[in-house]
């Protein structure tokens, strides 16, 4: 992957950004029979981790039924991170706007073979609507205002 282990920074990143203000955590792993499980340093407890063999999250029975429960809970906004930007993630992403979600693919947290692949896919889920936004941005949107304990917490996450 392009720029792998700067992907992989971000996303424990983004991880621990959930954990700590108690967001859910969904993990999708493309075929990890054939292609690897999710790397160790992504691992994480309270994930719910689905294996798909679809592109898209989204036309997989399980994890679909599992996004209209958290919609149907109150949540409308999914971050996203991971690879391969211009396949899972581009295909994932156009579904869950097409659904009804906000999406916010985080551009620092994801990767493909190619940086080429990555510019495209970038191009394209712009041009369709989702937001593009990189790792600071999304901690400190999540986190939403400065002077608390996590906002101490996540902000040592991005120095």
């Known amino acids: 992957m392009y720029q792998a282990e700067r992907v992989a920074d971000n996303c424990v990143v983004l991880l621990k950004t959930a954990e700590k203000l108690d967001l859910p955590i969904i993990i999708t792993e493309q075929y ?19 294996e798909k063999l679809s592109f898209s999250a989204l036309r997989d029975d399980a994890i679909r039924a599992h996004f209209k429960s958290m919609e149907d ?70 986190a939403g205002k400065a002077g608390t304990p996590e906002f101490k917490a996540l902000s040592a996450l991005i120095k």
């Open 32 to 50: 990890p029979k054939g292609l690897g499980p999710t790397i160790p340093e992504l691992e994480h407890k309270g994930s719910m981790i689905f």
């Open 73 to 142: 809970s109150g949540f409308k906004h999914v971050v996203m991170a991971g690879i391969e930007a211009h396949v899972c993630v581009l295909q994932t992403a156009l579904d869950l706007k097409k659904a009804g979600f906000e999406v916010f693919v985080v551009t620092d947290a994801i990767s493909s073979r190619s940086a080429q692949s990555v510019q495209l896919a970038l191009a394209r889920l712009g041009d369709n609507g989702v937001q593009l936004v990189n790792v600071e941005m999304a901690v400190f949107e999540l």
